[in-house]
């Protein structure tokens, strides 16, 4: 009985959502359909000259049957490692912040709290240009760790947000159980808090990691040759420029959009349990 | 652990008062002791103290004044006394408190684990023993959300007795629940009771108050209003309030 129900359900919602979809298909078709022909009229009064087929080799090229990586995807493995260490200390910052936030230690929320609101109410680019320029030299940093640091500080102030939130997001009941069983604050945050404030926050996560991604193009501005540095410099030799921003902008969305589908599938996979 | 087992009251509460920030003064004064082996059943209406009292018998409140001494620990400023406490006094709450994210058998384990130091196959060997003794064993790879509440109290209970405790504390622990699963729970706490174990119970049972509990306490207002045996407090009340309480819920 139940399960007829719940099948018959199914089965109403899915006409609903294959409707929605077939709907959704072909306005988003008519959105592509008009936006090409305002590019079209665009280019065409400016007198642009498309050359796309030019563009292919900057990917990457095949000489002698050996697969040679062109200079954009030279750049996306550069941005992979940023974005990578970037995001593994953004996290570490994020937690490390929302934990000092909630403690106990008047010091260790004041540390926070400064950190937040310093690096929330400058810009990015400003926080590169100082650690890559003032700060760097004095301790001797290089190129990439002056980089990778300036971002991960950065999304990691608002990482430590998202932690916050989800952390204070948790019932009371959870604490005042844990500590009723003679668990450390420690033993608390490790097996009961985190584990179920993380599976909370990941959607925003998700969002701060992309941003963490996109915005590791700024890295470009100290000469570091990540995609969008690589970009820039193929269309100074060649003045390919629509087709080459274009080209960037798409490796940056699929590249987002496959960490999008990911997290959704390791929510989806996470719920499971309760 | 302390060396020689305590003589004497178990619990000793003197002259504990707590007012929480706002200005509510839920506990006055308050002074008890109870028995190894008693049952104290608190009643009292709604924000009469009953269980911000509970509560401070393993710190999850602070008091403003008086002591707390637990089995010879006083509750104090030491963690490490607080900690010793909390591993003595296991404590039920009225929303359970189950830890969603892990199975039943994984909730009752953990302490066991971490706090005890127990191997986890001797923590899942008293775990199954306690599903067994609390009527669910068939329940131990579920999660808590799928457990009727009854289900979900009754491991609740488990996972306070796997700590061995020396007193269980029961704060309103059948308020949450369907009126049919209430028996279920309460059943479980009688056979405790039974077994000599330590009790304090805030509830509006007052069928269990009078068939389990060796003393009642009616509080009202912060304070002890009347105190006594069930048959005293049931059959010949001496206070007003304490008429009055009754003639409302009875």
């Not at chain 1, 990691?209 to 100290?222: E, F, H, P, Q």
Request: proline share 3%; hydrophobic share 50%.
């Amino acid at each position: 009985m139940m399960n007829k129900l719940k099948l018959g359900g199914r089965g109403f919602v899915g006409t609903i959502l294959r409707r929605s979809t077939l709907i959704d298909i072909l306005k988003f078709l008519l959105l592509i359909a008009i936006l090409t022909f305002l590019l079209y009229r665009g280019t065409k009064t400016l007198g642009y000259n498309w050359q796309w087929y030019r563009v292919p080799k900057y990917i990457f090229t095949i000489e002698e049957g050996r697969f040679i990586l062109g200079p954009l995807i030279e750049g996306l493995l550069v941005t992979f490692r940023i974005a990578a260490w970037g995001l593994i200390l953004a996290l570490i910052f994020g937690l490390f912040t929302a934990l000092f936030r909630l403690s106990h230690s008047f010091v260790a929320r004041v540390v926070a709290r400064g950190y937040v609101e310093l690096i929330r109410n400058t810009p990015l680019l400003v926080q590169i240009f100082f650690l890559y320029f003032v700060l760097a030299p004095i301790f001797g940093l290089g190129r990439l760790v002056a980089a990778v640091l300036a971002l991960s500080l950065f999304e990691g102030a608002y990482a430590s947000e998202i932690f916050r939130a989800g952390i204070v997001s948790i019932h009371k009941g959870q604490w005042e159980a844990a500590h009723s069983l003679g668990l450390s604050t420690f033993h608390t945050y490790r097996t009961i808090v985190l584990p179920q404030a993380i599976r909370r926050v990941l959607p925003p996560l998700t969002s701060q990691a992309i941003s963490l991604i996109k915005d590791s193009a700024l890295v470009s501005t100290i000469a570091i040759y990540d995609l969008t540095m690589q970009g820039r410099t193929v269309i100074s030799e060649n003045f390919m420029t629509f087709e080459i921003w274009f080209t960037v902008a798409a490796i940056y969305l699929v590249v987002t959009v496959a960490l999008s589908v990911f997290v959704s599938f390791l929510e989806a996979r996470l719920r499971v349990s309760y | 652990m302390q060396g020689q087992p305590h003589k004497g009251p178990i619990i000793e509460v003197s002259g504990i008062s707590k007012t929480f920030p706002g200005g509510v003064r839920a506990l006055i004064d308050f002074s008890t002791k109870v028995r190894r082996g008693e049952v104290l059943v608190v009643i009292g209406p709604s924000g009469s103290g009953k269980s911000t009292f509970l509560r401070c018998l393993n710190g999850l409140e602070e008091v403003d004044g008086g002591s707390i001494v637990i089995d010879g620990i006083p509750l104090d400023d030491y963690k490490q006394h607080r900690l010793e406490i909390r591993k003595e006094v296991g404590m039920v709450f009225q929303l359970f408190n189950l830890f969603p994210h892990m199975t039943v058998v994984d909730n009752i384990n953990l302490a066991q684990v971490l706090v005890r130091k127990k191997t986890k196959e001797e923590a899942t060997e008293m775990t199954l023993s306690l599903l067994k003794k609390v009527g669910i064993p068939e329940k131990a790879k579920s999660f808590p959300s799928q457990l009727s509440g009854g289900q979900q109290q009754r491991v609740a209970i488990a996972r306070a007795l796997a700590m061995m405790p020396k007193v269980m504390l029961f704060d309103e622990a059948t308020s949450a629940l369907d009126p049919e699963m209430i028996g279920e729970v309460l059943e479980v706490m009688k056979t405790l009771a039974r077994e000599g174990m330590t009790m304090v119970v805030v509830t509006h049972e007052m069928g269990f108050a009078r068939e389990v509990s060796d003393r009642v306490i009616f509080m009202d207002g912060g304070r002890i209003v009347e105190e006594g045996t069930a048959e005293h407090f049931f059959d010949n009340p001496q206070e007003k309030r304490t008429k009055l309480f009754l003639s409302q819920i009875l």
